[in-house]
């Protein structure tokens, strides 16, 4: 075949190819190919497939009298697919070479004279494309073997993305894709199912719509820094769905990655509004934390909360402090598990001595830690309140035997000039920690 005959042959295979609706399956686009190759090389037959461990036929085209004994064909292929690799991954032999001399009954069958082999490695598994010729030359093989190996690429990468898209649309979590910007390219079908929108009512919009206010503005701050700094974030939240009800999730965001920029952001959301009411139902029985004998997250949420309704009626103001150690890891990294339970029970104690009548404080995991006092009016006060923590925070811990730095950061919020309900007084008290140390707005 002439150079231009065969651009001619590859240009019609591309278009043949490109006909194809991109979720074809891999079975049609290699039908293609191997039609084509049966003309443009005037094959008898043209088997392509994956070659290992067994030899696995993805579609024929040519002679449709084949063999008489297909499994015979398979036998050949797998025999041929060693010596191909060897040649690297392309080899055209005369019937009578010494290799097929265990296949001569397959080429009586087709009355085969050659044989064209083209084997191309695709991550885990080989495709390998043979064709049986009348009698083709060498450069006429040559020649396709670019094209065939670009087909085999580009079909392969289309087939994984399709099972990843199948997977993704199978998958029971809840699962979308942002841009760089935020804004939602995808959603799969657990996502609706989730939230109540359907894809017509989010695509381009920013997952935001999903607030539901429980998660101030440090929780956002940080998830935003972490995932645009190309990191993973995973948390718990909760979400708000199209009708208004409020659920829980676990929420895991992956930045997606191009030549080292973030291009993409892939979430995934687990529902686990189930699971979080059973762990409340634990802590509220269990209404202390083992380690530093303070109130859980729960039952010191539902304290607030009975505090609260107590101001309400006195007439009297509440302080709510969130306080963070900001470099507790680093800071706890090289304790052990004993000692790193010994720190957490004396910062219990530390923090209980400062509580009076009806105040109460809590442990709310990874060096946070919330606390109210009652009788507290304003700012200045309050601020003397954190001075005190961070003050029993600093004393040296004497039993480590050596100095242990922490950084301590809080935030402010009062009742009722900040909130009169116990979830946004604790945002404008948590959200206070950005705006720095001890500075509530």
């Not at 009586?108 to 043979?130: D, I, P, S």
């Not at 804004?183 to 657990?190: D, L």
């Not at 009652?374 to 700012?379: N, V, Y």
Request: include cysteine.
């Amino acid at each position: 075949m002439g150079t231009t005959k065969m651009q001619a042959s590859a240009a019609r295979l591309g278009a043949s190819l490109r006909a194809l609706a991109q979720d074809a399956e891999l079975e049609a686009m290699m039908a293609v190919l191997s039609r084509e190759l049966v003309e443009s090389l005037d094959a008898i037959r043209v088997w392509v497939g994956y070659a290992d461990p067994l030899a696995e036929t993805l579609a024929c085209a040519g002679s449709t009298a084949a063999t008489p004994d297909p499994q015979a064909e398979l036998t050949t292929i797998r025999q041929l697919l060693p010596i191909a690799l060897e040649q690297g991954g392309q080899m055209v032999v005369d019937w009578d070479h010494p290799v097929l001399a265990a296949s001569a009954a397959v080429l009586e069958a087709v009355a085969a004279k050659r044989v064209a082999v083209f084997a191309v490695a695709l991550e885990q598994r080989t495709v390998m494309v043979v064709a049986w010729l009348r009698s083709a030359g060498d450069e006429e093989v040559a020649q396709w073997s670019d094209e065939i190996s670009l087909v085999l690429t580009r079909a392969h990468v289309l087939e994984r993305r399709r099972v990843l898209e199948r997977a993704l649309n199978s998958a029971g979590n809840s699962i979308f894709l942002t841009d760089a910007q935020a804004r939602i390219v995808w959603i799969n079908p657990a996502f609706t199912r989730l939230t109540g929108y359907e894809a017509h009512e989010v695509l381009g919009r920013n997952p935001r719509l999903l607030k539901s206010g429980y998660q101030g503005e440090r929780y956002y701050r940080k998830l935003w820094q972490t995932v645009s700094g190309g990191q993973v974030w995973s948390a718990e939240a909760v979400d708000r769905d199209r009708y208004g009800f409020i659920y829980a999730i676990q929420q895991t965001i992956s930045p997606v990655l191009r030549d080292g920029k973030v291009t993409h952001y892939l979430s995934i959301h687990d529902d686990v509004t189930r699971r979080r009411h059973m762990r409340r139902e634990k802590e509220r029985k269990e209404h202390i934390e083992v380690n530093t004998r303070l109130l859980t997250s729960t039952a010191f949420h539902d304290a607030l909360g009975e505090r609260l309704n107590t101001a309400r009626l006195a007439h009297q103001g509440v302080a709510v402090i969130s306080f963070s150690l900001s470099n507790f890891s680093s800071a706890m990294m090289n304790l052990s598990d004993d000692m790193l339970v010994n720190v957490l029970g004396e910062m219990g104690q530390r923090l209980q001595l400062l509580l009076g009548k009806g105040d109460e404080a809590g442990y709310l995991g990874e060096g946070n830690f919330g606390a109210f006092f009652g009788g507290i009016g304003s700012r200045d006060q309050a601020q003397g309140l954190v001075d005190r923590i961070r003050s029993a925070f600093e004393t040296r811990f004497a039993f480590l035997g050596e100095d242990l730095y922490l950084e301590l950061v809080a935030g402010i919020a009062l009742y009722p000039q900040d909130g009169e309900d116990g979830v946004s007084l604790w945002r404008k008290a948590d959200d206070g920690i950005l705006h720095g140390a001890d500075a509530s707005e």
